[in-house]
């Protein structure tokens, strides 16, 4: 899936709030780095779970004026020349990514648009990122892209002066629109979130229904429910070993949340490289309820050396009950869903009886490069990409919300990404807001886990592993 890095949702809650609606990637935002087939890093139609329905509403933002830094100004200039946009094709398809450079074409067609997307675009471009000769335009998701590494490495445009008062294609105020923020660096904003994830787990709602399982709601329940769910002969929970990021994005951090008893500022303290807050009472419990499910027989065994689409077609099969992936799942999976399989999903099933439930979400974002060679083209686009219109369109064919606030409850969007925002809107859930930890300790927290999880260590070897990792980097 894709890389998920970003741990976000700064309000999130506000956000889906007016949404009544709902969402892989570098190794925390949100899809996956697999993805249907491309042509010449050209995109091909990944499998969507809506079927590609449009909304006719999506065109309303072609406005001609939709060319400029104002969008919306009568005397908005013409957009001409070269613009290249990369984008990478995980787990949310790449339909949305085709319908909406087309409009922008049709919107501006003195502009030669040129689409640089696929499942690989990352690596076929990283040699002209490097090189200072990148595409103007970017989305930051999926393997070999990382929004903090690009910043630091002066790759991407500074927007902060711009993305003060720009509007979108509507005359809205873009900053008004987006439910989470964007991510500052030392004060500075450089990206742009456009798609809203939340990891979670998943199980099949019509296997539960026939067998008369109980969903749950709290980890106990979740443990009784394995209970029953080992007795009749499937395994409760599989996850993706090869990328143990799924684990710690849907079971492990806000299993670390609920136990700091809600208390999302453990997880900025551990970004943050304060050893004293991975040797935490709260990260000791978190890590518990890993040992929990090892010992009590409930983890796959196969999931350790599996990546996450064999991962996720044994789950299809009903061959494990459980597991823990983000709501691009069913789009990226859309092609293998058997008849009659209905998503199930709750962000966390860590929390104690009681406790709120806890929203681990996650962003990909867009950019601009700062040695792009066309940026007013970049910068009308984003004008145009931030709209209610591409907000609707976004979640029906790409089945996961978008970051833009709108309603789309009358949209085709599929019923697991409104499901999802059922929690996701709730005053009681608990959102963790964008955190990005550094990489190597991110990896060291990965493998870690993957050792836990067989086995091979306890939570306090996993503690000292990481702690060892932290001590390095933070000098």
């Known amino acids: 899936m894709m890389n998920k890095k970003t741990y976000a949702a700064m309000g999130a809650a506000v956000l889906l709030a007016s949404l009544s609606l709902a969402g892989c990637g570098s190794n925390g935002n949100g899809g996956s780095n697999e993805a249907a087939s491309t042509n010449n890093g050209t995109a091909t139609n990944a499998g969507s779970a809506n079927g590609g329905t449009t909304n006719d509403a999506a065109t309303n933002g072609d406005a001609a004026n ?52 696929g499942p690989k675009i990352n690596e076929q471009n990283k040699p002209r990122w490097i090189g200072g000769n990148p595409p103007d335009f970017v989305y930051i998701d999926g393997p070999e892209l ?8 002066g790759q991407l445009e500074d927007l902060t ?39 979670g787990i998943f199980w099949n709602k019509a296997l539960f229904k026939e067998k008369g399982w109980q969903e749950p709601q709290d980890f106990q329940q979740f443990l009784d429910v394995s209970d029953k769910i080992k007795a009749a002969g499937i395994t409760p929970f599989i996850h993706t070993g090869k990328y143990p990021y799924y684990i710690n994005g849907a079971f492990l951090y806000p299993a670390i949340v609920s136990a700091n008893n809600g208390d999302y500022t453990v997880l900025q303290d551990m970004a943050a490289n304060k050893v004293e807050a991975f040797e935490s009472d709260a990260v000791k419990t978190a890590l518990g309820k890993i040992v929990t499910l ?61 406790q709120k439930i806890v929203a681990n979400t996650s962003t990909a974002t867009v950019a601009i490069a700062k040695n792009a060679k066309n940026k007013d083209a970049a910068k009308a686009f984003l004008q145009f990409v931030f709209s209610k219109a591409q907000a609707s369109q976004w979640a029906e064919l790409s089945g996961a919300p978008s970051n833009i606030k709108g309603d789309i409850s009358a949209s085709n969007a599929p019923n697991f990404v409104k499901d999802a925002a059922k929690y996701l809107t709730d005053p009681n859930t608990i959102v963790i807001p964008t955190i990005t930890f550094n990489a190597d300790v991110d990896k060291a927290m990965q493998d870690a886990t993957d050792a836990l999880t067989i086995g091979k260590i306890d939570p306090d070897g996993w503690i000292k592993r990481v702690t060892d990792v932290v001590r390095k980097v933070a000098k």
Request: cysteine-free.
């Open 66 to 117: 939709a060319g400029g830094t104002n969008a919306g100004a009568a005397d908005t200039p013409k957009l001409t020349g070269d613009f290249e946009i990369q984008y990478f094709v995980g787990g949310y398809g790449d339909k949305w990514w085709t319908k909406v450079i087309d409009d922008f074409k049709n919107a501006n067609p003195d502009l030669n648009v040129k689409a640089l997307g």
């Open 146 to 153: 990382n929004d903090r590494q690009m910043v630091e490495d």
């Open 161 to 199: 002066d711009w993305i003060k008062e720009a509007k979108n294609v509507d005359g809205d105020k873009i900053l008004d629109m987006l439910a989470q923020q964007p991510q500052q660096y030392d004060g500075k904003i450089y990206n742009i979130p456009l798609v809203l994830n939340s990891w």
């Open 294 to 354: 090892r010992d009590k027989g409930f983890i796959d065994k196969a999931s350790i050396q599996i990546n996450h689409t064999d991962s996720q077609m044994l789950f299809l099969q009903n061959k494990d009950a459980f597991i823990p992936n983000g709501l691009w799942l069913p789009n990226e999976m859309s092609k293998d869903i058997p008849q009659g399989f209905d998503f199930g999903f709750i962000p966390s099933i860590t929390q104690d009886a009681g």
